[in-house]
């Protein structure tokens, strides 16, 4: 009676149907587009770890990093809608439409049902021992006098950080070289040795090395200064007004999950955002608990697509 009881409650927790031999086959998974060692990859790692203790179940972390996202997002696009395949996105999930309309097998909205933000983390330029510079206008000087511009990494093209920088470069009226990544963690470990000049990155991608002396921040493309990094002025502060980038990470559904599904997710992400050790755990690694739930999130992720559409086609971007 207890086991029977143990089991309904997991099924209930997060919608992981097909119990008994189905479960034995399968298990619950959360895909990520990119490499292991990224932000993406480090919030949806601690996610699973919460999911899995909330459920008693292993979630099973899934990277499948490629054309910014787009191999992880058509798997879980393609996925039975049960609740056992969910997909870890960030904002480069707004920039698919833009880059790869021909080649989508999935409609980047009516394929999924959002279910919540679950952190969040602001953009930061940064520069590594290729480009010794201390401050926003020292950085602009010597990148101006760079004979073939400088160089710059992403976690690839058309991903949030690509789009910032593009948009940054469009503001400065800068010559800049792009050198795509499958994902944060190479194109940082190759600005760490000097490959790279610099990288408009995500602070969790950044956080320990900016800490360490080995990489320098110089200014936050935030409103107001981050905690996470105090010392750091806004791109407004170091002098270049209008610059603005925001950074989410969330948890998608594919599109036909049960109601009961979603607002059992809904209630674990939330429980995650709320927990003192997630927030520590989060800040951490440069990033800040969020909880922008359901429909709220459907129309955020709506809106910056058709915002990142234009702005893509304004910058002439499109997938190599």
């Not at 800040?283 to 893509?312: H, K, R, W, Y």
Request: net charge positive.
């Amino acid at each position: 009676m207890r086991h029977a009881f143990r089991t309904t409650l997991l099924a209930a927790a997060l919608g992981f149907a097909a119990i008994g031999a189905a479960q034995a086959q399968s298990q619950p998974r959360l895909v990520i587009g990119f490499a292991a060692g990224g932000p993406t990859d480090l919030v949806a790692r601690a996610f699973a770890e919460h999911l899995g203790r909330a459920t008693g179940q292993t979630v099973i972390v899934e990277n499948r990093p490629g054309a910014n996202a787009l191999l992880a997002t058509e798997a879980v696009a393609a996925a039975r809608p049960d609740g056992q395949t969910l997909l870890a996105a960030a904002t480069n999930h707004t920039m698919i439409p833009a880059l790869y309309a021909g080649r989508m097998k999935f409609d980047p909205v009516k394929s999924f049902r959002p279910i919540c933000t679950i952190a969040s983390s602001p953009t930061v330029l940064v520069v590594g021992p290729g480009l010794p510079v201390k401050t926003l206008p020292e950085f602009l000087e010597r990148v101006r006098s760079k004979p073939g511009g400088a160089s710059y990494g992403t976690p690839g093209q058309g991903s949030s950080p690509h789009l910032a920088t593009e948009a940054f470069r469009k503001l400065t009226g800068l010559s800049l070289v792009h050198v795509p990544y499958k994902g944060a963690a190479p194109a940082i470990t190759d600005l760490l040795g000097g490959q790279i000049d610099f990288s408009m990155a995500t602070a969790g991608s950044v956080l320990p090395h900016l800490k360490s002396g080995k990489l320098h921040a110089l200014a936050v493309a935030s409103r107001e200064r981050s905690s996470l990094l105090p010392n750091v002025p806004t791109f407004e502060e170091a002098g270049l007004k209008g610059f603005v980038v925001d950074t989410w990470y969330g948890v998608l559904a594919p599109a036909g999950v049960p109601a009961e599904t979603v607002a059992s997710l809904e209630r674990q992400a939330v429980a995650f955002a709320k927990s003192p050790a997630v927030r520590d755990r989060l800040q951490a690694v440069g990033m800040e608990p969020a909880s922008l739930c359901g429909d709220t999130f459907a129309q955020q992720i709506a809106t910056e697509i058709v915002a990142n559409t234009q702005l893509a086609q304004q910058l002439g971007l499109k997938a190599d």
